[in-house]
């Protein structure tokens, strides 16, 4: 079975534009989270969705904003783009069962803002 | 302070050692605890999964929950080179309305030299 996807895998912007990450859920997993990983530390929550509702969000400006889709796919939108913006964006999915936290990542968009 | 605390490293053990992967938190609600592998450039892979305290065994691996103390640990044996990467440790708690973020350490750089 394919394992979570995300598109692009690489992205170069510049400071103010705006950028739009895509990722596929594990099949029957409806539940994606994002999250971002600043070179050396570890990934830090941005947000997480199920059944197309925002389930949480964590410490991130308004400039960041998601969407899930009816097939679970989703978008992760970031506008006004920093420097500080840079880094690799994961997205991971789990089968939100009553039992089931692991979630499991995809391979990552690395983004890098100039 | 940080929720949870991992040592960086980097840590070089030779081939074949015992392999010992450390983390603390703060945070008393945590109930799951995850071990991740993240190879450079790549996303985490998951490689155990914990719930509450107590040990669980996969392999060549072993992960220890104490929660009394809110330490975890994760014991490599008879490590190879390819486990070179690095390991971040990772904490839920109990899931509110749907919603069980991940919350990190930085992850520990673990090299292992033939």
């Known amino acids: 079975d394919a394992g979570v996807t995300q598109s692009p895998t690489h992205l170069i912007k510049t400071r103010g534009q705006q950028v739009t990450l895509r990722c596929s859920p594990i099949?029957?997993?409806?539940?994606v989270s994002w999250y971002q990983q600043v070179l050396g530390q570890g990934p830090q929550f941005i947000f997480q969705?199920?059944?197309?509702?925002?389930?949480g969000r964590g410490n991130f400006p308004d400039r960041f904003s998601a969407r899930q889709f009816p097939n679970y796919s989703s978008e992760l939108n970031v506008n006004a783009l920093l420097l500080g913006d840079s880094a690799l964006y994961l997205c991971?999915?789990?089968?939100?069962?009553?039992?089931?936290?692991?979630?499991?990542f995809g391979p990552g968009t690395r983004l890098t803002v100039t | 302070q940080k929720e949870v605390e991992q040592d960086p490293g980097p840590l070089s053990v030779p081939e074949g050692a015992i392999v010992s992967l450390n983390c603390t938190y703060s945070?008393?609600?945590?109930?799951?605890f995850m071990w991740y592998r993240q190879y450079s450039r790549k996303g985490p892979e998951l490689l155990m999964y914990?719930?509450?305290?107590g040990n669980k065994e996969d392999g060549r691996f072993t992960a220890q929950v104490d929660k009394s103390s809110k330490y975890i640990s994760l014991f490599i044996r008879d490590s190879q080179p390819s486990d070179s990467a690095t390991y971040l440790c990772?904490?839920?708690?109990?899931?509110?309305?749907?919603?069980?973020?991940?919350?990190f350490g930085a992850g520990t750089r673990l090299a292992v030299h033939p």
């Open positions: 969705y199920y059944e197309k509702e925002e389930r």
């Open positions: 990772a904490m839920s708690a109990v899931r509110s309305g749907g919603y069980n973020k991940l919350i």
């Open positions: 914990t719930y509450s305290s």
């Open positions: 099949s029957g997993h409806k539940s």
């Open positions: 945070n008393s609600a945590f109930q799951y």
């Open positions: 991971a999915s789990n089968s939100d069962t009553d039992n089931s936290y692991e979630q499991y």
